[in-house]
């Protein structure tokens, strides 16, 4: 984008906000794309010709493949800010744009909007995206998704792996699938003093 643009778009926040930090302003007019983020929120939550440079802000933001200003613009499109139109289908490609760039909340919310069984080849990299950062439904998900062979090739002893982790980390629903792996010698030998130890875990307040 040409340097005469950034100038009008920053000549255009004086008519928008005079509330503006201008040092972030000045960041954010010299190409740093987290201060651009950060700028457009503060504009986003203004008056429509503020959000209107907010979301041009987000756009330069994510030119520079930045993965919280493709997460926001999913956001403006699911709420139609500014002159962005309602698209939710807009508002996915977003969200998939964010998620590729490391964006764990747009990855989570992508596997929302993708929970049926026939989604699942496609919601796994997102899964295995936010199990990585040791978030427990997502490690229980996955797990899942291993032990059925759903959208990934069948793998007990990873599934179970990955419940226990979820489980260890406080996840009731990963405890009681420990419980029947245990009692029914999915992925492990079956024990049922395990069985019950997990079983207890789940119940525990």
């Known amino acids: 984008m040409s340097r005469f643009f950034l100038l009008l778009i920053a000549a255009s926040l004086f008519c928008c906000s005079c509330t503006i930090d201008r040092e972030l302003m000045d960041r954010a007019d010299g190409g740093d794309a987290t201060a651009q983020v950060a700028l457009a929120r ?12 907010g979301i041009l802000w987000l756009q330069l933001a994510a030119e520079a493949q930045n993965p919280n200003a493709w997460a926001a613009l999913a956001v403006c499109y699911h709420k139609g800010l500014g002159d962005l139109p309602k698209d939710e289908r807009q508002a ?4 998939k744009q964010a998620a590729a760039l490391g964006h764990t ?3 989570h919310a992508l596997l929302l909007l993708h929970s049926s069984p026939v989604d699942a080849a496609q919601t796994v990299p997102w899964l295995r995206q936010v199990a990585e950062k040791k978030y427990p439904p997502a490690e229980r998900l996955l797990g899942l998704r291993y032990l059925r062979g759903q959208g990934v090739e069948k793998d007990l002893t990873k599934g179970v792996d990955l419940l226990r982790y979820a489980a260890m980390s406080g996840d009731r629903r990963a405890a009681r699938l420990m419980a029947d792996c245990y009692e029914k010698g999915i992925g492990v030998s079956r024990n049922p003093l ?7 875990l789940a119940e525990r307040e």
């Open 194 to 200: 395990l069985a019950a130890g997990w079983r207890q």
């Open 42 to 53: 503060k504009l986003l939550k203004g008056s429509l010709a503020s959000q209107r440079c």
């Open 92 to 95: 996915e490609a977003c969200l």
């Open 105 to 107: 909340g747009a990855a």
